[in-house]
C-alpha cells in the first residue's frame, strides 16, 4: 500500500512565502517523476511543476519564477518553495506521485491535499 501525504499549507498574506513538502511511503520499488498539483474553488485541477528523478524541473508559466520544486531521492520527499504569493495561487495543493511498483508497472499516487490561502 502506498501512501503520499503533504504538509505545508496555511494562510499567508500577498508577497508571503510557504513550503510544502510531500511524502511517499509504502511498498513500491521506486518513485519517478514527482509533481505538484492546484485546484482552485469552482475550477479544474491544474499542474503546478514537476521534477524527475534526476532533478530536471518543469514549472507551469503561472508560477515560474516564483515557485521552486526539489526533491530527496532517499527520503521519497517533494518540496514545493512558493514565494511571492499573490491571491491567485490560493487553492488546494495535491501532490502525485508516479511510483513503479515493478518494471513497466507505475501508476499515479495521489495525497489528500493541503490548503494554501493567500490574503490580499
Known amino acids: 500500500q502506498v501512501h503520499v501525504v503533504e504538509s505545508g499549507g496555511g494562510l499567508v498574506q500577498a508577497g508571503g512565502s510557504l513550503r510544502l513538502s510531500c511524502t511517499a511511503s509504502?511498498?513500491?520499488?521506486?518513485?519517478?517523476?514527482m509533481g505538484w498539483y492546484r485546484q482552485a474553488p469552482g475550477k479544474q485541477r491544474e499542474w503546478v511543476a514537476t521534477?524527475?528523478?534526476?532533478?530536471?524541473?518543469t514549472y507551469a508559466d503561472s508560477v515560474k519564477g516564483r515557485f521552486t520544486i526539489s526533491r530527496d531521492n532517499a527520503q521519497n520527499t517533494v518540496a514545493l518553495q512558493m514565494n511571492s504569493l499573490g491571491p491567485q495561487d490560493t487553492a488546494v495543493y495535491y501532490c502525485?506521485?508516479?511510483?513503479?511498483?515493478?518494471?513497466?508497472?507505475?501508476?499515479?499516487?495521489w495525497g489528500q491535499g493541503t490548503q494554501v490561502t493567500v490574503s490580499s
Open positions: 521534477v524527475t528523478t534526476g532533478g530536471t524541473t
Open positions: 502525485r506521485s508516479t511510483v513503479v511498483m515493478s518494471p513497466g508497472r507505475q501508476y499515479f499516487y
Open positions: 509504502g511498498g513500491f520499488a521506486s518513485i519517478n517523476n
